[in-house]
Protein backbone atom coordinates (compact mmCIF):
# COMPACT_ATOMS: atom_id res chain seq x y z
CA UNK A 1 0.00 0.00 0.00
CA UNK A 2 2.66 2.32 0.98
CA UNK A 3 4.36 1.47 -2.56
CA UNK A 4 1.02 2.77 -4.32
CA UNK A 5 1.05 6.23 -2.17
CA UNK A 6 4.18 6.65 -3.21
CA UNK A 7 3.22 6.28 -6.85
CA UNK A 8 -0.11 8.72 -6.59
CA UNK A 9 1.95 11.41 -4.74
CA UNK A 10 4.83 11.59 -7.71
CA UNK A 11 1.58 11.28 -10.22
CA UNK A 12 -0.15 14.15 -8.77
CA UNK A 13 3.32 15.74 -8.25
CA UNK A 14 4.23 15.56 -11.96
CA UNK A 15 1.00 17.38 -12.92
CA UNK A 16 0.12 19.35 -9.88
CA UNK A 17 -2.60 17.83 -9.71
CA UNK A 18 -5.20 15.93 -12.08
CA UNK A 19 -7.60 18.65 -13.44
CA UNK A 20 -6.96 21.85 -15.92
CA UNK A 21 -9.58 24.09 -17.63
CA UNK A 22 -9.63 24.79 -21.50
CA UNK A 23 -11.98 26.86 -23.27
CA UNK A 24 -14.36 25.51 -25.92
CA UNK A 25 -14.01 28.23 -28.33
CA UNK A 26 -11.17 29.57 -30.39
CA UNK A 27 -9.71 32.89 -29.51
CA UNK A 28 -7.35 33.48 -32.59
CA UNK A 29 -8.27 36.82 -33.43
CA UNK A 30 -10.23 39.97 -32.71
CA UNK A 31 -13.32 38.63 -34.39
CA UNK A 32 -13.26 35.20 -31.66
CA UNK A 33 -12.38 37.71 -28.69
CA UNK A 34 -15.84 40.38 -30.08
CA UNK A 35 -17.70 37.03 -29.78
CA UNK A 36 -16.64 35.16 -26.67
CA UNK A 37 -16.19 38.47 -24.53
CA UNK A 38 -16.80 42.03 -25.75
CA UNK A 39 -18.89 43.43 -26.63
CA UNK A 40 -20.80 40.54 -28.30
CA UNK A 41 -21.08 38.75 -24.88
CA UNK A 42 -23.52 41.90 -23.79
CA UNK A 43 -25.96 40.47 -25.72
CA UNK A 44 -26.06 36.89 -24.13
CA UNK A 45 -25.81 39.04 -20.85
CA UNK A 46 -29.48 40.98 -21.65
CA UNK A 47 -31.01 37.60 -23.03
CA UNK A 48 -30.44 36.21 -19.68
CA UNK A 49 -30.94 38.75 -17.71
CA UNK A 50 -35.09 38.69 -19.67
CA UNK A 51 -35.23 34.72 -18.65
CA UNK A 52 -32.93 33.73 -16.34
CA UNK A 53 -33.80 30.08 -17.61
CA UNK A 54 -31.39 30.45 -20.17
CA UNK A 55 -28.24 30.40 -18.45
CA UNK A 56 -28.95 27.03 -18.44
CA UNK A 57 -29.07 26.92 -22.21
CA UNK A 58 -25.79 30.09 -22.82
CA UNK A 59 -23.46 28.95 -20.18
CA UNK A 60 -21.61 26.02 -18.41
CA UNK A 61 -24.66 26.09 -15.85
CA UNK A 62 -25.88 23.41 -18.48
CA UNK A 63 -23.66 20.61 -17.97
CA UNK A 64 -22.08 21.24 -14.62
CA UNK A 65 -21.57 20.63 -11.28
CA UNK A 66 -19.92 21.75 -8.01
CA UNK A 67 -18.11 19.04 -5.83
CA UNK A 68 -18.31 20.43 -2.25
CA UNK A 69 -16.53 19.24 1.14
CA UNK A 70 -15.75 20.38 4.10
CA UNK A 71 -12.97 17.43 4.40
CA UNK A 72 -14.25 16.10 7.55
CA UNK A 73 -15.13 12.74 6.20
CA UNK A 74 -12.65 12.31 3.75
CA UNK A 75 -12.48 8.52 2.74
CA UNK A 76 -11.93 5.99 5.37
CA UNK A 77 -9.23 9.20 6.87
CA UNK A 78 -11.62 10.87 9.04
CA UNK A 79 -11.47 15.07 9.20
CA UNK A 80 -8.24 16.18 7.40
CA UNK A 81 -9.68 19.75 6.53
CA UNK A 82 -10.25 21.08 3.24
CA UNK A 83 -7.01 21.14 1.71
CA UNK A 84 -6.65 17.40 1.84
CA UNK A 85 -9.87 17.06 0.40
CA UNK A 86 -8.94 18.59 -2.68
CA UNK A 87 -7.12 15.22 -4.47
CA UNK A 88 -10.31 13.57 -3.52
CA UNK A 89 -12.68 16.00 -4.94
CA UNK A 90 -10.38 16.27 -8.83
CA UNK A 91 -10.82 12.64 -8.42
CA UNK A 92 -14.26 12.78 -8.46
CA UNK A 93 -14.33 15.74 -11.40
CA UNK A 94 -12.08 13.31 -13.73
CA UNK A 95 -14.61 10.51 -12.87
CA UNK A 96 -17.71 12.75 -13.65
CA UNK A 97 -15.74 13.59 -17.08
CA UNK A 98 -14.70 10.25 -18.16
CA UNK A 99 -18.04 7.98 -17.07
CA UNK A 100 -20.51 10.83 -16.82
CA UNK A 101 -18.97 13.73 -19.61
CA UNK A 102 -20.32 15.91 -16.98
CA UNK A 103 -17.74 19.27 -16.19
CA UNK A 104 -17.34 19.23 -12.64
CA UNK A 105 -15.14 21.35 -10.09
CA UNK A 106 -13.83 20.65 -6.52
CA UNK A 107 -14.93 23.66 -3.67
CA UNK A 108 -13.80 22.18 -0.35
CA UNK A 109 -14.69 25.17 2.27
CA UNK A 110 -12.82 26.39 5.14
CA UNK A 111 -15.64 25.86 7.80
CA UNK A 112 -17.63 22.53 9.66
CA UNK A 113 -20.05 25.49 10.73
CA UNK A 114 -24.04 23.92 9.13
CA UNK A 115 -25.47 27.41 8.12
CA UNK A 116 -22.52 28.23 7.14
CA UNK A 117 -21.68 25.69 4.76
CA UNK A 118 -25.47 26.32 3.27
CA UNK A 119 -25.16 29.93 2.97
CA UNK A 120 -21.93 29.47 1.26
CA UNK A 121 -23.48 26.75 -1.32
CA UNK A 122 -26.36 28.66 -2.04
CA UNK A 123 -24.39 31.85 -2.93
CA UNK A 124 -22.31 30.37 -5.53
CA UNK A 125 -24.99 27.77 -6.50
CA UNK A 126 -26.12 30.40 -9.58
CA UNK A 127 -22.94 28.79 -11.57
CA UNK A 128 -23.90 25.26 -11.11
CA UNK A 129 -26.58 22.52 -12.69
CA UNK A 130 -26.06 20.87 -9.59
CA UNK A 131 -24.64 20.36 -6.20
CA UNK A 132 -22.33 17.17 -5.25
CA UNK A 133 -21.75 16.69 -1.54
CA UNK A 134 -18.75 14.85 -0.80
CA UNK A 135 -16.78 13.73 2.50
CA UNK A 136 -18.86 15.46 4.72
CA UNK A 137 -19.54 13.98 8.48
CA UNK A 138 -22.30 12.71 9.96
CA UNK A 139 -24.69 14.16 11.26
CA UNK A 140 -24.23 17.42 9.55
CA UNK A 141 -24.10 15.95 6.14
CA UNK A 142 -28.38 15.04 6.93
CA UNK A 143 -29.52 18.78 7.26
CA UNK A 144 -27.11 20.10 5.07
CA UNK A 145 -28.02 17.99 2.09
CA UNK A 146 -31.92 18.39 3.50
CA UNK A 147 -31.99 22.15 3.65
CA UNK A 148 -30.24 22.84 0.37
CA UNK A 149 -32.80 20.45 -1.76
CA UNK A 150 -35.86 22.54 -0.22
CA UNK A 151 -34.20 26.01 -0.56
CA UNK A 152 -31.92 25.74 -4.33
CA UNK A 153 -33.84 24.91 -7.97
CA UNK A 154 -31.48 22.53 -8.53
CA UNK A 155 -30.54 18.49 -7.80
CA UNK A 156 -28.22 18.18 -4.94
CA UNK A 157 -26.99 14.83 -4.04
CA UNK A 158 -24.58 13.80 -0.75
CA UNK A 159 -22.79 10.86 -3.02
CA UNK A 160 -21.66 9.33 0.29
CA UNK A 161 -25.04 8.57 1.18
CA UNK A 162 -26.88 8.11 -2.00
CA UNK A 163 -24.19 6.59 -4.00
CA UNK A 164 -23.42 4.17 -1.52
CA UNK A 165 -26.75 2.94 -0.74
CA UNK A 166 -27.89 2.42 -4.78
CA UNK A 167 -24.90 0.23 -5.44
CA UNK A 168 -25.16 -1.17 -2.36
CA UNK A 169 -28.93 -2.16 -3.28
CA UNK A 170 -27.99 -3.44 -6.56
CA UNK A 171 -25.57 -5.56 -5.50
CA UNK A 172 -27.96 -6.97 -2.94
CA UNK A 173 -30.88 -7.10 -5.81
CA UNK A 174 -28.40 -10.23 -7.02
CA UNK A 175 -27.46 -11.68 -4.19
CA UNK A 176 -30.88 -11.95 -2.93
CA UNK A 177 -31.34 -13.88 -6.25
CA UNK A 178 -28.94 -16.00 -6.06
CA UNK A 179 -29.11 -17.17 -2.47
CA UNK A 180 -32.87 -17.59 -3.36
CA UNK A 181 -34.11 -15.16 -0.23
CA UNK A 182 -37.24 -12.82 -1.23
CA UNK A 183 -36.68 -9.44 -0.18
CA UNK A 184 -39.40 -9.52 2.08
CA UNK A 185 -37.87 -12.27 4.18
CA UNK A 186 -34.28 -11.30 4.20
CA UNK A 187 -32.92 -10.18 7.58
CA UNK A 188 -29.80 -7.52 7.14
CA UNK A 189 -27.99 -6.34 9.51
CA UNK A 190 -26.04 -2.41 8.83
CA UNK A 191 -23.18 -2.20 11.03
CA UNK A 192 -22.34 1.91 11.01
CA UNK A 193 -24.97 4.10 11.12
CA UNK A 194 -23.53 7.95 9.19
CA UNK A 195 -24.17 9.30 6.03
CA UNK A 196 -23.79 5.58 3.92
CA UNK A 197 -25.67 3.56 6.83
CA UNK A 198 -28.49 5.99 7.45
CA UNK A 199 -29.02 6.36 3.67
CA UNK A 200 -28.58 2.39 2.73
CA UNK A 201 -31.40 1.41 5.71
CA UNK A 202 -33.83 4.32 4.48
CA UNK A 203 -33.48 2.88 0.70
CA UNK A 204 -33.60 -0.70 1.64
CA UNK A 205 -36.95 0.54 3.59
CA UNK A 206 -38.00 2.16 0.59
CA UNK A 207 -37.45 -1.00 -1.88
CA UNK A 208 -39.44 -3.60 0.78
CA UNK A 209 -36.41 -4.77 2.49
CA UNK A 210 -37.71 -3.98 6.18
CA UNK A 211 -36.25 -6.72 7.99
CA UNK A 212 -33.38 -4.67 9.35
CA UNK A 213 -30.78 -4.53 12.36
CA UNK A 214 -28.78 -1.41 12.72
CA UNK A 215 -25.13 -1.39 15.33
CA UNK A 216 -23.79 1.36 16.45
CA UNK A 217 -20.18 1.33 17.88
CA UNK A 218 -22.47 1.25 21.33
CA UNK A 219 -24.11 -2.01 19.98
CA UNK A 220 -27.77 -2.74 18.32
CA UNK A 221 -29.96 0.34 18.22
CA UNK A 222 -32.90 0.16 19.84
CA UNK A 223 -36.02 2.21 21.35
CA UNK A 224 -34.72 1.79 24.92
CA UNK A 225 -31.88 3.60 23.99
CA UNK A 226 -31.75 7.05 25.03
CA UNK A 227 -30.22 10.29 22.90
CA UNK A 228 -31.06 8.31 19.64
CA UNK A 229 -30.84 10.98 16.59
CA UNK A 230 -33.49 11.62 14.45
CA UNK A 231 -32.56 9.49 12.07
CA UNK A 232 -31.54 6.96 14.15
CA UNK A 233 -35.57 6.72 15.28
CA UNK A 234 -36.47 6.88 11.40
CA UNK A 235 -34.78 3.34 11.03
CA UNK A 236 -35.78 1.91 14.39
CA UNK A 237 -39.39 2.69 12.92
CA UNK A 238 -38.97 1.38 9.44
CA UNK A 239 -37.91 -2.21 10.76
CA UNK A 240 -40.26 -4.89 10.71
CA UNK A 241 -38.09 -7.35 12.60
CA UNK A 242 -38.75 -7.98 16.56
CA UNK A 243 -36.49 -6.06 18.70
CA UNK A 244 -32.61 -7.19 20.07
CA UNK A 245 -30.38 -5.66 22.82
CA UNK A 246 -27.01 -6.26 22.51
CA UNK A 247 -23.80 -6.17 20.17
CA UNK A 248 -23.11 -6.90 16.77
CA UNK A 249 -22.51 -10.82 17.55
CA UNK A 250 -25.98 -10.97 18.94
CA UNK A 251 -27.41 -8.83 15.80
CA UNK A 252 -25.68 -11.41 13.08
CA UNK A 253 -27.14 -14.74 14.13
CA UNK A 254 -29.16 -16.18 11.94
CA UNK A 255 -29.32 -12.76 9.85
CA UNK A 256 -29.01 -13.08 6.00
CA UNK A 257 -27.20 -10.49 5.51
CA UNK A 258 -24.13 -8.02 6.55
CA UNK A 259 -23.72 -4.93 5.14
CA UNK A 260 -20.40 -3.14 6.53
CA UNK A 261 -19.96 0.51 6.61
CA UNK A 262 -18.24 1.23 9.79
CA UNK A 263 -14.84 0.33 10.81
CA UNK A 264 -12.50 -2.65 10.20
CA UNK A 265 -12.60 -6.07 11.65
CA UNK A 266 -15.99 -5.69 14.13
CA UNK A 267 -17.24 -9.22 12.11
CA UNK A 268 -15.13 -12.35 12.89
CA UNK A 269 -15.40 -15.57 11.40
CA UNK A 270 -17.35 -17.34 14.25
CA UNK A 271 -20.18 -14.42 13.65
CA UNK A 272 -20.08 -15.82 9.88
CA UNK A 273 -20.60 -18.88 10.39
CA UNK A 274 -23.87 -18.18 13.06
CA UNK A 275 -25.12 -16.45 10.07
CA UNK A 276 -28.32 -17.99 8.09
CA UNK A 277 -27.23 -21.01 4.99
CA UNK A 278 -25.42 -18.70 1.99
CA UNK A 279 -24.56 -15.65 4.24
CA UNK A 280 -23.91 -12.83 2.40
CA UNK A 281 -21.15 -10.57 3.39
CA UNK A 282 -20.67 -6.69 2.12
CA UNK A 283 -17.87 -5.47 4.14
CA UNK A 284 -17.42 -1.99 2.93
CA UNK A 285 -15.09 -0.33 5.35
CA UNK A 286 -12.41 1.54 2.97
CA UNK A 287 -9.34 1.05 2.77
CA UNK A 288 -10.08 -1.81 5.21
CA UNK A 289 -13.33 -3.87 5.21
CA UNK A 290 -14.51 -5.22 8.49
CA UNK A 291 -13.48 -8.63 7.54
CA UNK A 292 -11.24 -9.92 4.78
CA UNK A 293 -12.62 -11.95 2.00
CA UNK A 294 -10.77 -14.64 3.01
CA UNK A 295 -11.52 -14.91 6.48
CA UNK A 296 -15.14 -14.05 5.37
CA UNK A 297 -14.84 -17.49 3.05
CA UNK A 298 -13.36 -19.26 6.07
CA UNK A 299 -16.71 -18.34 8.02
CA UNK A 300 -18.62 -19.80 4.96
CA UNK A 301 -19.40 -16.50 2.97
CA UNK A 302 -21.20 -17.20 0.18
CA UNK A 303 -21.37 -13.84 -1.34
CA UNK A 304 -18.54 -11.61 -0.66
CA UNK A 305 -18.37 -7.42 -2.15
CA UNK A 306 -16.03 -4.68 -0.78
CA UNK A 307 -15.14 -1.24 -1.46
CA UNK A 308 -11.86 -2.22 -3.22
CA UNK A 309 -10.80 -2.51 -6.57
CA UNK A 310 -8.27 -5.75 -5.85
CA UNK A 311 -11.40 -7.93 -4.94
CA UNK A 312 -14.51 -8.80 -6.92
CA UNK A 313 -17.75 -7.34 -6.36
CA UNK A 314 -16.29 -3.36 -5.82
CA UNK A 315 -19.18 -1.47 -4.45
CA UNK A 316 -18.09 1.90 -6.03
CA UNK A 317 -19.94 4.91 -5.92
CA UNK A 318 -18.46 5.63 -9.19
CA UNK A 319 -21.61 3.58 -10.69
CA UNK A 320 -24.04 6.28 -10.08
CA UNK A 321 -23.30 9.82 -9.60
CA UNK A 322 -21.61 10.92 -13.36
CA UNK A 323 -24.77 8.90 -14.89
CA UNK A 324 -27.12 10.06 -12.81
CA UNK A 325 -26.21 12.99 -12.62
CA UNK A 326 -25.95 14.06 -16.23
CA UNK A 327 -29.13 12.33 -16.68
CA UNK A 328 -30.62 14.69 -14.32
CA UNK A 329 -28.91 17.97 -15.96
CA UNK A 330 -29.82 16.64 -19.45
CA UNK A 331 -33.92 16.22 -18.74
CA UNK A 332 -33.74 19.31 -15.84
CA UNK A 333 -35.27 17.25 -13.32
CA UNK A 334 -35.42 19.11 -10.40
CA UNK A 335 -34.62 17.11 -7.77
CA UNK A 336 -33.46 13.93 -6.26
CA UNK A 337 -35.37 11.31 -4.50
CA UNK A 338 -35.70 7.40 -3.18
CA UNK A 339 -37.42 6.54 -6.43
CA UNK A 340 -34.36 7.51 -8.76
CA UNK A 341 -32.18 5.44 -6.82
CA UNK A 342 -33.93 2.46 -6.66
CA UNK A 343 -34.88 2.58 -10.18
CA UNK A 344 -30.86 3.33 -10.57
CA UNK A 345 -30.24 0.32 -8.44
CA UNK A 346 -32.37 -1.86 -10.51
CA UNK A 347 -30.81 -1.06 -13.81
CA UNK A 348 -27.71 -1.62 -12.65
CA UNK A 349 -28.25 -5.03 -11.45
CA UNK A 350 -29.72 -5.59 -14.52
CA UNK A 351 -26.40 -5.16 -16.31
CA UNK A 352 -25.42 -8.07 -14.95
CA UNK A 353 -27.27 -10.82 -17.28
CA UNK A 354 -26.62 -13.89 -15.45
CA UNK A 355 -25.31 -13.42 -11.26
CA UNK A 356 -22.65 -15.22 -9.82
CA UNK A 357 -21.63 -15.08 -5.93
CA UNK A 358 -18.56 -13.55 -7.95
CA UNK A 359 -19.90 -10.77 -9.73
CA UNK A 360 -23.05 -9.33 -8.54
CA UNK A 361 -22.08 -5.54 -9.56
CA UNK A 362 -20.78 -4.28 -12.87
CA UNK A 363 -17.51 -2.65 -12.93
CA UNK A 364 -17.62 1.31 -13.76
CA UNK A 365 -15.53 0.20 -16.96
CA UNK A 366 -18.18 -2.53 -18.37
CA UNK A 367 -19.72 -1.37 -20.98
CA UNK A 368 -23.63 -0.60 -20.64
CA UNK A 369 -23.16 0.90 -16.86
CA UNK A 370 -23.32 4.47 -18.06
CA UNK A 371 -26.73 4.25 -20.71
CA UNK A 372 -28.03 1.83 -17.92
CA UNK A 373 -27.78 4.38 -15.53
CA UNK A 374 -28.69 7.13 -17.93
CA UNK A 375 -31.45 5.97 -19.17
CA UNK A 376 -33.16 4.80 -15.84
CA UNK A 377 -32.74 8.23 -14.40
CA UNK A 378 -34.47 9.84 -17.65
CA UNK A 379 -37.18 7.17 -17.56
CA UNK A 380 -38.25 9.06 -14.44
CA UNK A 381 -38.32 12.89 -15.97
Not at 330 to 352: G, M, R
Request: glycine share 8%.
Amino acid sequence: MNNLYEKSIELHKQNGGKLELKSKVPLLNKDDLSLAYTPGVAGVCLAISDNKDLASVYTLKKNTVAIISDGTAILGLGDLGPLAAIPVMEGKAAIFKEFGGVDAFPICLDTKDTEEIIKTIKLIAPVFGGINLEDISAPRCFEIEERLRKELDIPVMHDDQWGAATVTLAALINSLKIVDVDKSEAIVVISGVGAAGVATGRLLHSYGITKTIFCDSKGIITSKRENLTKEKIELLNGSTIEEKEGGLETAIKNANVFIGLSKPNVLSVDMVKSMAPKPIIFALANPNPEITPEKALEGGAYVIATGRSDYPNQINNSLVFPGAFKAMLDNKIPQFENKIFITVAEALALVVENPTPQRVIPSMFDAGVKDAVYNAVSSLK
